[in-house]
């Protein structure tokens, strides 16, 4: 892990993060996704299904052998013991294969996307720099819906269970706005990507 600069990519739902992190790849950095790996963890034969099933029951596992993740969510929005159970299940995992793919890693920049990074010591620790992706709440709102048809009421229930965006403005290192177009956003991440290249560099 020498010679990089890692950089961790948060943001709320909706702000952007899949698009910027996509962004962050075609100019060369390694991406690890920490929700990519939750999907695969959960996926048919993923390491996380057997203890899920052993903890929530076969209602939650999907007839092709994967978590029914809306059902899932739904659970855990509602139920905070449930979320923590979840949360017991994966993060381990989800760290464990993070630190595996850091250490196989060659690109001079690493962008690790953690939804929650400001919540997450042990991810903080491993960072150089913090990146927020940051666009006002009736735009991640109107995002959402038309992504993922969920109710306003649910958007905001998940928005309300993130840490703050005034909170996360004010602990980020860097910040890329992302209330225009997806070509604004692109060369946001650019500029921001050059400057990390020459951190690392003087470093």
């Known amino acids: 892990m020498k010679h990089r600069i890692i950089i961790g ?17 075609q100019l060369g950095a390694q991406i690890i996704d920490t929700d990519l790996i939750a999907h695969e963890l959960t996926a048919p034969n993923g390491a996380a299904i057997k203890p899920i099933l ?9 007839d092709n052998g994967s978590l029914d993740r809306e059902k899932m969510r739904n659970l855990v929005f509602m139920d ?13 995992l989800i760290y464990k294969q993070v630190i595996q793919m850091l250490s196989v ?13 400001f919540k997450a010591p042990k991810y903080l620790a491993l960072i150089d720099r913090s990146v927020f992706i940051d666009c006002a709440e009736d735009v991640l709102i ?7 048809q969920l109710s306003e009421d649910l958007i905001r229930s998940i928005i309300d ?16 706005q ?10 946001n991440v650019a500029k921001l990507y050059e400057i990390y290249l020459r951190m690392k560099k003087s470093s």
């Not at 109107?142 to 993922?148: G, I, N, T």
């Not at 992302?178 to 060369?187: F, P, Y």
């Open 54 to 62: 052993k903890t929530f029951g076969s209602q939650l596992i999907k």
């Open 161 to 176: 269970s993130q840490v703050p965006r005034a909170q996360q403005l004010e602990m980020a290192d860097d910040i890329i």
């Open 142 to 148: 109107r995002r959402v819906k038309l992504r993922s």
């Open 178 to 187: 992302n209330n225009g177009s997806e070509s604004a956003l692109k060369d």
């Open 9 to 25: 990519l948060t943001g709320l739902i909706g702000s952007g993060k899949s698009l910027a992190t996509k962004y962050f790849a």
């Open 80 to 92: 905070a013991d449930a979320k923590r159970d979840l949360e017991q299940i994966l993060h381990g």
């Open 105 to 117: 890693g060659v690109e001079a920049c690493v962008v690790i996307v953690v939804p929650l990074l």
